[in-house]
């Protein structure tokens, strides 16, 4: 068996360099790889493409990499609750390319599944198609959408284990799946790392082939996005 254990963070990240395209997984605060993103504030590397759901908030997730000026274009399908995001889209600073939220999960799946790109009628019509290919198909337009290319996706799961299986646990199971094995190198951090042979086979979500490397993250956070709670009587 393979062991794609590495020692820590740092050891993950090796070969992450200036200019590079990066798929990061989660939604909003749920499901985010805190360890690499930490990481990448460290090593301060500059002139990066980020392809997530949205940039977190201004001093959490990527949003600690918008403050540096690290990222040079953010491929996203929403702004979210991230006001330096915001100021930085609207001043021109940063670069974004706006996807809907289906097919920013297509584009990631696509490149997992080595097509290099598919027609989806969402966006037809709209600036989202603009200088796109556009076809028919039974009496419906469809837009031609190309996969991603990224150089490294970070994702975080629940449980894995040395040879790269993991498992997700609740919403984190959302644009993370999608993202392993979509870039040149997948690395995934977990809360718990684990021999191979521990995991029940029927309730691993993504085997260990779409991952080159892993390790068992620390320091979790899981911060709340929007805190909502029952008022008092």
């Known amino acids: 068996m393979i062991n794609k254990k590495v020692a ?33 504030v460290k090593m301060n590397i500059k002139g990066l493409t980020c392809i997530s ?46 996807v809907p939220q289906g097919t920013l999960v297509e584009r990631c799946r696509a490149a997992q599944s080595g097509f290099p790109a598919f027609y989806t009628p969402a966006g037809y019509g709209t600036e989202v198609a603009e200088g796109k290919e556009t076809r028919e198909f039974n009496g419906k337009m469809y837009v031609l959408e190309q996969a991603f290319d990224a150089d490294f996706s970070f994702v ?32 995934a951090e977990v809360e718990e790392l684990v021999p191979v042979g521990e995991l029940n ?22 911060r709340i996005e929007q805190r909502t709670v029952r008022q008092r009587n």
């Open 156 to 187: 975080k799961a629940w449980k894995g284990d040395a040879a790269g299986n993991l498992i997700f646990k609740g919403t984190a199971r959302n644009f993370n799946p999608a993202m392993c094995g979509a870039a040149k190198i997948t690395v």
């Open 53 to 98: 759901n949205n940039a977190g908030v201004d001093d959490f997730g990527l949003g600690l990499l918008l403050h540096k000026k690290q990222i040079d274009k953010m491929i996203s399908s929403y702004v979210g609750e991230n006001d330096e995001f915001e100021r930085q889209m609207l001043s021109g600073e940063l670069e974004v390319e706006l």
């Open 201 to 222: 086979p029927n309730e691993i979500h993504i085997p260990g082939i779409f991952v080159q490397r892993i390790f068992q993250g620390e320091n979790y956070e899981k």
């Open 8 to 40: 820590n963070v740092t050891e993950a990240l090796k070969g992450v360099k200036d200019n590079m395209t990066f798929m990061l997984g989660g939604f909003g605060l749920c499901g985010i790889p805190e360890n690499a993103i930490s990481e990448l």
